[in-house]
Structure formats: structure tokens, C-alpha cells
């Protein structure tokens, strides 16, 4: 068990290099004493961040989260480990080690099973949001303001720490700032990102804001938000281990996989549902294909 466990630290010491001397050069720059709050007003740092705090121009949520009722926990994965479901379309459901429930992009179904405590929303088209959530979710987490401006999240809900980074957004009068949000949930020593409805490249204030990504769910349809090559090179610079594509109804997705190069390899699932935990990440970056449409 021992073994195991310094193989892991080993692991993931080795791919963070770079992220962990940047974090540290952060730290000791002016401004970078600057911290995030938990919902009881204790620090809770972001532990996918890298470089955030030193770039200038980074994209950052406002740090005043609601407060958090605690409940009873709700059985669903195993201690260390986060349930991922493809529910349809742009909605994945993630369920932490301590049974918190998230729907992306919700649209007003998330699956079967019990309502989610959070669901996060995008405004690109109906298949992203609904003006009439499910009363019972206690978090509803809009991707953009609709007062103007950026949306600005970040909380804690349980075990899982939420934050959000603004992109903008094609509309009938052009690009909208700020439109669209990657959401990004911490939860088990995982960094897991939902990048919404993507519709630009990001920028490396973007890539400091948002940190480290263990998983990433990314739109792979190749028009609606940007083409395939543009969107591989989004994943080549995220670097994430798991890739998990959405949008799936247009491009092939053995072309987007092809386009992601030698570096990543494809793994094809007969279920809708994956476990994953730190140590069972793989040692290349995976494509993960879980079952649905």
C-alpha cells in the first residue's frame, strides 16, 4: 500500500512540475496573498490553480459564496472516488465521495436518482438552461449575468469547491463578453472542468484561471462552438488526463480523437457511467467515450 501511494505522489509530482514552481513563484510575488473563502469564511485555496494570482488580466470569480446547509450524506461513490455520468447532450452528472450531486448545462433533467444539489447553466441555446429549475436544487448557477457584466462564482458545497471562469459568446449583434462559463468543481484531489459552449480560443489569462484539469468535458461538434482543430488545441494545451466530449451529434468522434494526436489515446465505454479517483488516472491522456448521445 505504501508503494502504491509513493508511486502516486510520484506521479502527480512529476506532471505538476511546472504548475507547482509557477505556484510558487506566485506566492511570493505582490497581490498573490489574495484568498478564496469557504462558505463558513475560512480559507479554502483552489488547489487546481496555478498561476492565477500573478498573471494580470486573469479572469477571476468573485470569492463570496453562499452559505451551505449541511445534510444527511446521500450513498452514491466510494470514499476517494467521483461518479461521472453522461446524461445527454452537454449534461454530465457528477457525484463526489460524500454523495453531492452536479448537473452541467442542465436544461431541466439531469437523470435518474434524487435532484441535484447544483446544477450550472449556459445561455448559447435551450438544451443549456431552463427559466424553471427543479424548486428542491439548492444551487442553480447561471453561466452568465443576466444584469450584465460576468458571472461570478465560487462556493463550497460540501466536499466539492465550485468556481467559474467567463468566455464570451457569439450572438446576433457579434461576440457577448462574458457569455459563457467554464465551470470547475474540486472535489477528491480532482480538478474537473465543464467548458460550456466554447466558442473562442482561450487566451493565457484564461488557461491561468482556470489551473489545472484532471478531466475536462469539452463540445466536440465542430460548429455550433469552434471546429474540431481548434477545439484539439484547446486539449493539447489543458493536457487534462481524461477528456470527456459532448456535443456529440454532429463530427465523427473518431475524427476529433485522431486530431488530438499521438499524445492521447481513445477508450470507448459500454456504460454511461465511469469511477474515478487520483490514482486511477491514466498515465496517457484518454479520450473517454462513455455510452449516450
Same mark, same amino acid.
Given at each position: 500500500? !505504501?508503494n %502504491?501511494?509513493?508511486a ?5 509530482r ?10 510558487a513563484i506566485a506566492a ?5 496573498q489574495?484568498?478564496?473563502?469557504g462558505?463558513e469564511g475560512?480559507? %479554502?485555496p483552489s488547489?487546481?490553480?496555478?498561476m492565477?494570482q500573478?498573471?494580470p ?13 449541511a445534510k444527511p450524506l446521500?450513498a ?6 467521483v ?7 452537454s449534461?454530465? !452528472?457528477?457525484e463526489t465521495?460524500e ?7 442542465y436544461a431541466?433533467w ?5 435532484t ?11 438544451? #443549456? ?12 448557477l447561471?453561466?452568465w449575468?443576466p444584469?450584465?457584466?460576468?458571472a461570478?462564482h465560487t462556493l463550497t458545497v460540501g ?12 450572438s446576433g449583434a ?8 467554464i465551470?470547475i468543481f474540486?472535489?477528491a484531489? !480532482?480538478?474537473?472542468g #465543464?467548458l460550456g459552449?466554447l466558442? #473562442?480560443?482561450l487566451t493565457?489569462? #484564461?488557461?491561468?484561471a482556470?489551473g ?13 462552438t469552434m ?10 494545451? !489543458?493536457?487534462?488526463s481524461?477528456v ?9 468522434m ?11 489515446t481513445a477508450?470507448?465505454r459500454?456504460?454511461d457511467?465511469?469511477e474515478v479517483?487520483l490514482?486511477?488516472?491514466p498515465?496517457r491522456?484518454?479520450v ?6
Open positions: 500500500m !505504501l %502504491v501511494l509513493k502516486v505522489l510520484g506521479r502527480v512529476e506532471k505538476w512540475r511546472p504548475a507547482l514552481l509557477a505556484t511570493s510575488s505582490p497581490g498573490a489574495a484568498q478564496s473563502l462558505n475560512d480559507p %479554502v488547489q487546481c490553480l496555478a492565477a500573478s498573471l488580466g486573469a479572469i477571476y470569480a468573485r470569492f463570496d459564496p453562499p452559505a451551505y446547509a446521500k452514491a461513490a466510494k470514499p476517494g472516488v461518479r461521472i455520468t453522461y446524461v445527454t447532450h449534461t454530465y !452528472l457528477i465521495p454523495g453531492i450531486r452536479i448537473a452541467t448545462d431541466g439531469a437523470g435518474e436518482g434524487p441535484p444539489d447544483v446544477v450550472t447553466m449556459n445561455k448559447a441555446h435551450s438544451s #443549456h438552461n431552463t427559466s424553471f429549475p427543479d424548486p428542491n436544487i439548492r444551487y442553480v447561471r453561466g449575468d444584469e450584465g457584466g460576468p461570478r466536499d466539492v469547491y465550485i468556481r467559474n471562469v467567463t468566455t464570451d459568446i457569439r457579434g461576440m457577448e463578453k462574458d457569455g459563457n462559463s465551470f474540486e472535489t484531489n !480532482l480538478c474537473i #465543464h459552449h466558442h #473562442h480560443p493565457p489569462q #484564461h488557461f491561468a482556470i489545472r484539469l484532471d478531466i475536462v468535458m469539452v463540445p466536440v461538434d465542430g460548429g455550433l471546429s474540431q482543430e481548434r477545439m484539439s488545441e484547446v486539449m493539447k494545451r !489543458l493536457q487534462a481524461i470527456l466530449p459532448m456535443h456529440r451529434f454532429a463530427m465523427p473518431d475524427r476529433f480523437i485522431a486530431l488530438m494526436g499521438e499524445n492521447f477508450d470507448y459500454d456504460s457511467t465511469m479517483s490514482s486511477t488516472l498515465r491522456p484518454t473517454v467515450v462513455l455510452q449516450g448521445t
